[in-house]
């Protein structure tokens, strides 16, 4: 009888579980999208181990590696390894149309049959927190717990944040004459571009409404699709454009300067609370700051550093 009962039990929990997939198939359907969105390579390029210049030293040219480090080829490779990009003013308009020719050529390695796994991953991941999102917003709508984290990151603190840390760097380093902070600042904003292009793409077409455009007892169920404030995205929630570019920009740092332990540390740590404000503020769903979060990360590591 106990497990009759169970089984019914079970049944009865199925039955709630497919009724809230098929009330938010429409915004399930732009993973697909998402899919051809993720940056070239994560799985293809093997991470080259080479040697970073302590943090504020000017031993190398901007953006470049030792003159005297080796990266080694794969054992029984008859390639020359990559070396790192070359991060200058000069180099900048460059950089960037490869790194936009290799975020859109990513459905093409997608369809040859790689990077399968992190790509269902980060897809599968995104899936799960858009079906509980209805469950999980009303909370963070409903509370004054985090009224005082809210006033001091707003939107404007957030986004100003973001941009201050590498534009500070840069005016930094040029006082110093150090090159290589130099070409990290540069790297950062190279990224921050390419997240603008993604951001804009992506939010046109989900077209989704923020938390804060529906009532806080509302309905959060029904999001993708119904916003009609700006044919290119504006104001619209997925991904989170703040979770974006500050995983991108901690991520360049993170990467630039990781014989420092305590870099990635302060950089991931500062990312992840503007990007958690960004949910309390009512701004973004914590599906649009996860996917916004693996999409700069993945930029940044893969197409920016090209570590």
Not at 31 to 41: D, K, M, N, W
Not at 53 to 62: E, F, V
Not at 132 to 155: A, L, W, Y
Request: include cysteine.
């Amino acid at each position: 009888m106990d497990l009759g009962i169970d089984f019914r039990r079970l049944n009865t929990m199925g039955r709630a579980v497919g009724w809230a997939v098929s009330s938010r198939r429409r915004g399930l359907t732009i993973l697909g999208f998402l899919a051809l969105c993720l940056t070239e390579p994560v799985l293809a390029r093997a991470q080259e181990r080479t040697d970073i210049p302590a943090l504020g030293t000017d031993q190398h040219a901007a953006g470049q590696a030792p003159e005297n480090a080796t990266v080694p080829a794969p054992a029984g490779s008859t390639t020359t390894a990559a070396t790192p990009r070359e991060a200058t003013w000069r180099k900048l308009p460059g950089n960037f149309l490869q790194d936009q020719k290799d975020m859109w050529r990513f459905p093409v390695k997608l369809a040859e049959g790689h990077h399968w796994l992190p790509t269902a991953l980060v897809v599968g991941g995104t899936a799960a927190l858009i079906a509980t999102d209805p469950q999980t917003m009303p909370h963070f709508r409903q509370t004054t717990r985090f009224d005082g984290f809210n006033r001091i990151f707003t939107s404007t603190v957030s986004g100003g944040i973001i941009a201050a840390v590498p534009a500070t760097f840069y005016a930094a380093s040029l006082v110093r004459k150090n090159s290589y902070d130099q070409g990290t600042a540069l790297l950062a904003g190279e990224a921050v571009v390419d997240d603008t292009v993604l951001m804009v793409v992506v939010k046109s077409i989900t077209q989704r409404l923020r938390p804060a455009d529906v009532a806080a007892s509302g309905n959060y169920s029904d999001t993708f699709f119904q916003s009609s404030k700006s044919p290119i995205g504006k104001g619209t929630s997925f991904p989170s454009g703040h979770a974006l570019m500050s995983f991108s920009v901690a991520t360049v740092f993170a990467r630039r300067y990781r014989q420092h332990r305590w870099v990635p540390y302060v950089a991931y740590g500062l990312a992840g609370v503007l990007s958690f404000s960004r949910v309390t503020t009512g701004a973004h769903f914590p599906s649009d700051v996860f996917i916004g979060a693996a999409l700069g990360y993945v930029i940044a590591r893969y197409d920016v550093v090209r570590q």
